[in-house]
């Protein structure tokens, strides 16, 4: 059986979405949608409320941040 590639990235923000995945328990899509639902617009704003919020690491919440807000959509 052949093993197949991740859907994400090796590099930049999205190489974290495996682990944010697993660790959290939720898939980037969900993500997506707590971040456009926290009432924050601004990039540190949305970074502080997840970790606040949702206990995330800073690598973790600034990469999914990032991502969204240049505009990126995950698959859900």
Not at 34 to 58: R, S
Request: a negative charge; charged letters at 20%; hydrophobic letters at 40%.
């Amino acid at each position: 059986m052949s093993e197949q590639s991740a859907p994400w990235p090796k590099e930049g923000p999205p190489s974290y979405f495996p682990s944010i995945e697993k660790k959290y328990g939720r898939s980037i899509a969900e993500w997506q949608q707590v971040i456009a639902d926290c009432g924050f617009e601004k990039h540190m704003e949305i970074v502080g409320y997840l970790k606040a919020e949702h206990a995330m690491g800073h690598g973790h919440a600034n990469a999914l941040v990032i991502w969204t807000l240049r505009g990126n959509v995950a698959a859900p």
